[in-house]
């Protein structure tokens, strides 16, 4: 009923920049935040940065400054600006729908989508 794909990983050079979309789609309603989440070689997965329907924003202390975090409502997609990236930075990143109300469904859902690779190395 409700997809999430990410798109936009790659390998890049310490310093460098790169840029996630997220797109939500299906027979979605409302969804109150969506954000980004990596989990790097043998790390658990961490939080990057959230956004809220509100335009609220939270980001990982080791991103603020570094990171952006942007949301179009009416499309459903989150776009994740990384800027002077490290090798710390390299992880799979997972774009989170949260509290997700479903068309014709009672409650409200999470979905993730299947991550995207950054690598960071010169």
Same mark, same amino acid.
């Given at each position: 009923? @409700?997809?999430? @794909? +990410?798109? #936009? /990983? $790659?390998?890049? &050079?310490? #310093? #460098?920049?790169?840029?996630?979309s997220c797109a939500a789609s299906g027979s979605i309603?409302? %969804?109150?935040?969506?954000?980004?989440?990596? &989990? $790097?070689?043998?790390? &658990?997965? +961490?939080? @990057?940065?959230? %956004?809220?329907s /509100? /335009?609220?924003t939270n980001y990982a202390d080791s991103v603020k400054g570094r990171f952006t975090i942007s949301r179009d409502n009416a499309k459903n997609t989150v776009i994740l600006q990384m800027n002077s990236l490290k090798p710390g930075d390299t992880a799979v990143y997972y774009c989170k729908a949260d509290r997700v109300r479903v068309i014709q469904r009672q409650g409200e859902y999470i979905y993730w989508g299947q991550g995207t690779q950054v690598a960071v190395s010169s």
């Amino acid at each position: 009923q @409700v997809q999430v @794909v +990410e798109s #936009g /990983g $790659g390998l890049v &050079q310490p #310093g #460098g920049s790169l840029r996630l979309s997220c797109a939500a789609s299906g027979s979605i309603f409302s %969804i109150y935040a969506m954000g980004w989440y990596r &989990q $790097g070689p043998g790390k &658990q997965r +961490e939080l @990057v940065a959230t %956004i809220t329907s /509100g /335009g609220n924003t939270n980001y990982a202390d080791s991103v603020k400054g570094r990171f952006t975090i942007s949301r179009d409502n009416a499309k459903n997609t989150v776009i994740l600006q990384m800027n002077s990236l490290k090798p710390g930075d390299t992880a799979v990143y997972y774009c989170k729908a949260d509290r997700v109300r479903v068309i014709q469904r009672q409650g409200e859902y999470i979905y993730w989508g299947q991550g995207t690779q950054v690598a960071v190395s010169s």
